[in-house]
């Protein structure tokens, strides 16, 4: 039986339940707690089975029927990448169907991949000389390369909002210059396209964030809104597609945001600072075009409440929910 009819229901019989496999994530940070408390939830079972790659002896308050997969390691920053590789592995061969990760430092893996200097900047010279082509800036970016997928997004999901990143990870100062007419229609045409096959939404209706104070007012107050986004929005109309703008950011989250079935922002903090205000606790990370399905909490390792039984598993649960729906 085919799965795909099925994305956005529960599963009828425990054959139909998609297996899913969970990273561990920085063996420092608060992603084994997190991932043991939601875990804990008994009617997650009946949506899905799962597999935890990880230190075992962290995981040790994992249920017992849940599968864990021990891989050794020696910093908290190799750790975390070979447990991603490590899912990488069993999603490749077919013994899963869907990925969430648990958050991992980016700092930490960076220094293990080589990354870092003897002062503790970025290294390009002994990045190349690892063998690196790039900087690990994040999971998104990290399976993208490893299922050889160029068109992706970040899409952060909370109940009925759902938003991508035209720009991802990318310092501010460089923003502008990757708001291209096609950078932007990529993550409209993106978007439309996981809207109706994922969410079953028949024509979605996505709005499209300026960049500029007011949308650029025009031009007065920048020009990539008229140069850049305007034109991206335009050619997703003529493909059929139903977006709006470019819309001011500034009030759209206050008067338009349930309006919409998806919204294109142009930078990180211009569409997580709204969001994680408002949903924090279930707002989930979802990778938009990749073969599988790959989600995660929208934190981070919160290193100082990491080991101390106080951090929130909502947004796990949530990610892992959502991962069982859409396998």
Known sequence: MSRSSKRTQRPNTL??????????GDPKG??????????????LFAQGRFIV?????????????VEVVDVPYKTPGEGALKFLDKA???????LAGALVTAPLSKEAVSRYSGNFGPQGRIDRHSQLLAGHSQLFVGHTEYLAQAF?????????????????????????????????????????????????????IKSPKIAVLGLNPHAGEGGILGTEDVTCILPAIREAQAKGI??????????????????????????????????????????????????????????????????????????MLSALKLACQLA
């Open 30 to 43: 608060i992603g084994p707690e997190v991932i043991a408390k939601a875990l804990s939830h008994k009617s």
């Open 148 to 200: 050889k997928t160029k068109n992706f997004d970040m899409m952060f999901i909370a109940g009925q909002v759902r938003l991508t990143i035209v720009t991802r990870h990318v310092p501010l100062k460089d923003v502008p210059k990757w708001i291209t007419p096609k950078a932007v229609f990529n993550s409209i045409a993106l978007m439309a396209k996981t809207l109706k096959e994922k969410f079953r």
């Open 15 to 24: 054959a139909e339940r998609p297996t899913v496999v969970i990273t561990m």
């Open 242 to 315: 139903h977006a709006t703008g470019p819309m001011p950011a500034d009030t759209f989250f206050a008067y338009h945001l349930n309006h919409y079935d998806g919204i294109i922002a142009m930078y990180h903090d211009q569409g997580l600072t709204p969001l994680k205000g408002m949903f924090m606790n279930e707002l989930v990370n979802f990778t938009a075009g990749l073969p599988f399905v790959r989600t995660s909490p929208a934190h981070g390792t919160a290193y100082d409440i990491a080991g101390k039984n106080k951090a929130d598993p909502s947004s």
């Open 53 to 65: 790659i990880g230190d075992q002896k962290i995981l040790r308050r994992i249920p017992s029927s």
């Open 88 to 94: 990488i592995e069993l999603i490749k061969v077919g």
